[in-house]
């Protein structure tokens, strides 16, 4: 199995890759959705101790809301899009063609539009990365949560705890750019779907470091 | 000056009053809170995960219950606990964060949690004096080191144990 302290820069670089054409995706995706320009970052890969996961997105007791998706298939992974409450509120009003500021609490409904942006952000994702390395995979119904960073982020971090003592993130942000709208999006991959997505793209654990 | 101790995610730290031990943002984590009133002396571990022997790979006996509990003993013992039966045991967490698809047996964890805590507890002969566990809601905790009292906080309350 592989762990953490195995990767080398090459990894990396591929990880981070991976995020790019699968983030781009996903961000077109989304821009047909609400027929917006969409803008990304330059994906981000990092592997940091459990214990401070929650500082880089601004405090474990930050309140967001929370998309989480489970990835099945050869590769099995986590999925995670993360909103500031207002940036979600205004998601929605845009989704649901409103005037800014309509949304004010997280209804029945307004997780529904939620939840589709993930599915359909999710779908965009895992296309890419299935054309990219051959691998299938499914993902499932999306969850939502409104509550504290830190706790979403357990959620999704837990199985890694039984490869090591490190969280691997691939995160990519992306903003709207008429409107304040920045949202990650983490892909977490399960303890040995590492291995396997490194080795479909022919960067397996034998690869120079 | 009393201190706040921060305990992050499969960590585990002991202080003594008038300090104060926290954690935050516990989802399916649980965070076990020990205290000695006598000597006034706690500590708090955050565990994500019910059994070591699920680990392929890990050095921290403070991510998972059947170790993370022995080991708050044990340091507790170190700081200067003499009687481990007056040690009150409180625990917070173990939520489902993401409740409709409870179903996904992987997001069980939270329960598996809670009951890999009791269970070591009993083992260990600890009493759990109280607890919040379950539910959907992430919560953040801090023990009071002068009291022994534990404020649970979540998004909407907050309650003492």
Redesign the interface.
Known sequence: ?F?MKDLGQSHFDVLKEIGNIGAGNAATALSQLISQKIEMTVPNVSIM??????DILG???R?VAGV?L?VFGDAPSKIVFLFSVQEAYSLVDMILHCPAGTTQEFGDFEQSALKEIGNIMTGAYLHALTKLTGLHQLS??P?????????????A???L?????YALLIETQFSLVEREINGHFFLVPD?GSLEIILGALGVGSSCQK | MPEIVRV????LKTAKAPDKIVT??????IGVCAYDAISKIGGMVHV??PDSS???????PA?FADTGVPLLLQELKQQGVITIENIIIKIVGG?E?????SK?T??G?GARNILAVEETCQELNLTISAKSVGG?????ITLNLETGIVEV???NTIFVL
């Open positions: 199995m762990i101790p459990f214990g401070s996961v929650s405090g474990a007791e309140e989480y489970r499932s119904v969850s939502f949560a409104c509550d504290m960073v830190g706790a979403i982020m357990n959620t971090l837990t199985d705890g039984m490869i090591g003592d303890p | 992050g995610m499969a960590e935050l943002g516990l989802g399916s984590c994500m995960l699920l680990a392929i790979e890990s050095t921290n991510k939520a964060m993401f409740a409709a698809s996904d992987h997001l964890v959907n809601a992430g919560k953040s906080k979540s998004m």
